[in-house]
């Protein structure tokens, strides 16, 4: 009886409690290739030096290293924690170039060996970028990074990072001193504490654990940890590439695992000493060649430099390709007389095709502007394959290194804003801005539902409305355009387009829908329809703010008081009190409030009646839209006071002024 209940007690005790549940683990120092139990895959090999190499230096691989049992992370009691748990491990990792390799090695714990579609180069073979960041991973990693990837926000590409589910890591540090690729022996210590839920990683140089940890991080892993998990090492490598190496590795569960001697572990080879008559006589063939080689080098250099890169992606995108000599010649070596226009992008210059004498518009993106390579594969994937009427049609591309040139049909009569503001070489008729509205609607609504994708054009402004020969309006400028599926959510991390067109909730939370382009499209009606900007700094008091004298003006049954009077009246009154109703619909607080670009082309086209509009102006958050919103959502583009922004963090951003007549590096049109 009473070996029974001994026995009993000795199994409750083996169970459930976490200390005396697992004290398991394994000690290697150096690894031997005929008895070390590892489960070895893609590049990972044993080599007879017993290192552990996971890649061998070439681009694009994966490496995996895992002890072929798994290990029991959680209780099984009603609270279910994680158990405590340690390793150390030394590494080394060696580019192939001095200061040129990648990616980086990770020590990781994973629910199962098999990582199926993961990727190498920044994903470190743990992961890819469609299930990068789900819960569901179950993977809890510590990353010695050699690369600095913005896509996930790295500090830069000498860093150690805690990685849970995702390759963003949730914390991190820079190993400072220590260069990871150094080639030189690293030790590493991974502990975690169950009891207080703090996760440390330390490294050195030595076989000395630092005093304290250079990383550490409270969490929770209880909810990250499934009840047995593997561990183990993967590296992988990208376009330029390092050999990873581990020489030993020490893990324990439920106490702290023994730290490794580095003067036991095996060493990489040195790299062999070339005999001295062998360097005398390169030196003298390396000599005898020099003048030979710069002489071919200079002619290479100036060759290369002219040369048209053609790269992958640019096969798959868009129209025409045209060369830079063709487009040197069409633009007459892009001289100020052929200048149409110019921002923050760069310049646009007049030109005509040598061939067919056809007359084209090039925009030539600078080399310090903000739109470079991702800004422009975007304009040519996205307007390259769209066909629409009142669309400005992309003719073709052209690249030369730094050059980045786009080649449209030319407008002859240029820009919308020149014929609104300020002293217009002619005034539009109510019937022309009548059509040029229509023509916008249209092209918006193909934009946003007619086309196999939704696209957001971002920068619906009058300076992006430009006009043929016959003054019908055309949308250009697809530069801020984003693509993305119907029936998904559309996420930007940048606060882009043109201020003064900027919807609240833009400025507010940084994401751009359909909704905010219509935004965009009510600040225009406001403007063909009266004349004006949206902000007039030389208006009276009462009419500073376009949109708000237009809602007085119809509180008080005068809407039409708000016309441009160069019209002198000649308009037709059912239209024009359309448009500037649209305008105050289109330029609603609320998104949810204003029209779809369906419904606006239904009411322009008179197949469809507007809703009422309210008498008093409509408010968000129980605030009337005023001076303060404008800000932010309401600043003139074109003119006047300018406020401009853009922020990484869209719950903040820096308020800049300018006096008229500034041209702002985000500018364009």
Request: proline share 5%.
């Amino acid at each position: 009886m009473t070996k029974t209940l001994f026995f009993c007690i000795w199994v409750f005790f083996l169970c459930f409690s976490p200390s005396l549940a697992q004290k398991s683990g394994f000690f290697y120092s150096g690894f031997d290739p005929a008895t070390a139990n590892l489960t070895l895959k893609g590049q990972a090999r044993i080599g007879t030096n017993r290192i552990l190499r996971l890649t061998n230096g070439t681009s694009r691989l994966k490496g995996y290293a895992f002890y072929p049992s798994p290990f029991r992370f959680k209780d099984g009691s009603n609270n279910n924690s994680a158990f405590s748990f340690s390793a150390a491990f030394a590494l080394a990792i060696v580019p192939n170039y001095p200061k040129l390799g990648g990616h980086g090695l990770a020590f990781a714990l994973a629910p199962s060996t098999e990582f199926k579609g993961a990727q190498p180069s920044q994903y470190l073979g743990l992961l890819n970028a469609s299930d990068n960041a789900n819960f569901s991973n179950h993977i809890v990693a510590v990353e010695f990074d050699t690369v600095q990837d913005f896509e996930f926000g790295d500090i830069n590409d000498n860093h150690v990072g805690i990685d849970i589910n995702g390759m963003t890591s949730n914390a991190t540090v820079s190993a400072g001193d220590i260069y990871l690729e150094s080639g030189n022996t690293i030790q590493a210590w991974v502990d975690y504490d169950g009891e207080t839920k703090v996760f440390n990683v330390s490294f050195a140089m030595s076989s000395s654990k630092p005093a304290s940890p250079n990383l550490s991080f409270p969490v929770d892993l209880s909810p990250i940890l499934e009840d047995y998990m593997y561990v183990g090492f993967t590296a992988s490598t990208g376009l330029l590439a390092s050999s990873h190496y581990i020489m030993g590795w020490s893990f324990q569960m439920n106490e702290k695992a023994a730290s490794l001697d580095l003067s036991a572990l095996p060493s990489l080879p040195k790299p062999k000493k070339k005999h001295m008559g062998f360097i005398i006589g390169a030196s003298t063939a390396a000599a005898f060649f020099m003048g030979t080689a710069i002489s071919a080098a200079v002619y290479l250099f100036k060759k290369i430099k002219n040369a048209d890169v053609i790269e992958p992606w640019e096969r798959e995108y868009g129209p025409h390709r045209f060369s830079y000599s063709e487009l040197k010649q069409a633009t007459k070596n892009f001289r100020d007389k052929e200048l149409l226009g110019f921002g923050g992008f760069g310049r646009v210059y007049k030109g005509t095709l040598p061939n067919t004498h056809t007359q084209i518009a090039v925009k030539r993106v600078s080399h310090e502007s903000k739109q470079g390579l991702p800004e422009f594969v975007a304009e040519i994937a996205s307007i390259g394959r769209l066909r629409h009427r009142n669309l400005v049609q992309l003719q073709g591309w052209c690249r030369r290194r730094g050059d980045l040139l786009l080649v449209y049909d030319y407008m002859c009569n240029g820009s919308l804003d020149k014929f609104l503001f300020d002293k217009p070489k002619s005034v539009l008729t109510w019937e022309q801005r009548f059509n040029i509205i229509r023509g916008v609607a249209a092209g918006l609504l193909y934009l946003h539902e007619e086309w196999d994708q939704v696209v957001l054009h971002r920068d619906v402004k009058a300076s992006n409305v430009l006009l043929d020969p016959d003054l019908n309006g055309k949308l250009g400028d697809f530069g801020l355009a984003r693509l993305y599926e119907h029936g998904t959510n559309p996420h930007t991390t940048h606060v882009v387009g043109t201020l003064g067109y900027l919807a609240p909730e833009l400025t507010r939370t940084g994401k751009a829908t359909t909704s905010t382009d219509v935004f965009a499209f009510g600040a225009l009606l406001l403007e063909v329809a009266c004349g004006r900007r949206p902000i007039e700094a030389k208006a009276p008091p009462e009419e500073l703010i376009l949109v708000d004298w237009v809602w007085e003006q119809w509180r008080e049954g005068r809407i039409l008081a708000t016309m441009d009077h160069r019209l002198n009246g000649v308009f037709v009154k059912e239209e024009a009190e359309l448009v500037l109703k649209m305008g105050l619909l289109a330029s609603h607080p609320v998104a949810a409030e204003r029209p779809r670009m369906r419904d606006a082309v239904r009411y322009l086209d008179g197949k469809a009646v507007v809703p009422e509009v309210p008498v008093i102006q409509p408010t968000d958050n129980n605030r009337t839209v005023g001076f303060d919103d404008f800000l932010s959502s309401y600043p003139s583009s074109s003119g006047g006071p300018i406020f401009s922004f853009e922020t990484d963090d869209t719950s903040t951003a820096d308020i800049l002024f300018a006096a008229p007549g500034t041209i702002w590096p985000n500018a364009s049109g």
